[in-house]
């Protein structure tokens, strides 16, 4: 959900790390200056704030072909966005994706990839960063962006 997600966003002072597909449609949605809605560039007043944004994505070769496509166009705007700011960065991994991983400062949102189904539309939990089961989502985000550091 837009609002739910943008809230996040917008409170974030520190750090916001992604794991998704393609993320087309978070960028679509939060680093989009032409988006008329009110959290179309809250992920840009993010990094304009110093927070540092960190996305971890398949590699588009590991896509089907409609997600490819979405991945493609997301990687001219990524590259926008690593020109613009410092302080964000993108990485590809070398494997299936098998969950979603958002994270804003101590908050945290994981959820599945479901085949066929966007990962708009999958179930989700909300939790506190200090609770065990993120500790080892962001474990993993951590170890994969070191294994992938040369995959932007």
């Given at each position: 959900?837009?609002?739910?997600?943008?809230?996040?966003?917008?409170?974030?002072?520190?750090?916001?790390?992604?794991?998704?597909?393609?993320a087309f449609h978070f960028l679509e949605d939060f680093a989009n200056r032409d988006g008329s809605h009110k959290e179309a560039t809250f992920l840009l007043e993010a990094l304009?704030?110093?927070?540092?944004?960190?996305?971890?994505?398949?590699?588009?070769?590991?896509?089907?072909?409609?997600?490819?496509?979405?991945?493609?166009?997301?990687?001219?705007?990524?590259?926008?966005?690593?020109?613009?700011?410092?302080?964000?960065?993108?990485?590809?991994?070398?494997?299936?994706?098998?969950?979603?991983?958002?994270?804003?400062?101590?908050?945290?949102?994981?959820?599945?990839?479901?085949?066929?189904?966007?990962?708009?539309?999958?179930?989700?939990?909300?939790?506190?960063?200090?609770?065990?089961?993120?500790?080892?989502?962001?474990?993993?985000?951590?170890?994969?962006?070191?294994?992938?550091?040369?995959?932007?």
């Amino acid at each position: 959900d837009r609002a739910y997600y943008g809230k996040l966003i917008k409170g974030a002072k520190k750090e916001i790390r992604l794991i998704g597909k393609t993320a087309f449609h978070f960028l679509e949605d939060f680093a989009n200056r032409d988006g008329s809605h009110k959290e179309a560039t809250f992920l840009l007043e993010a990094l304009g704030r110093g927070v540092s944004v960190r996305f971890l994505l398949p590699c588009p070769d590991r896509l089907s072909p409609s997600d490819k496509g979405k991945a493609n166009a997301s990687k001219k705007r990524l590259d926008e966005l690593k020109l613009e700011f410092n302080d964000f960065s993108y990485r590809y991994f070398d494997h299936e994706e098998s969950h979603s991983f958002f994270l804003a400062d101590d908050e945290v949102i994981i959820g599945p990839f479901f085949p066929h189904l966007a990962s708009m539309d999958t179930p989700a939990l909300h939790l506190d960063r200090s609770a065990t089961l993120p500790q080892k989502y962001i474990e993993y985000f951590d170890a994969e962006w070191k294994r992938n550091d040369d995959q932007a």
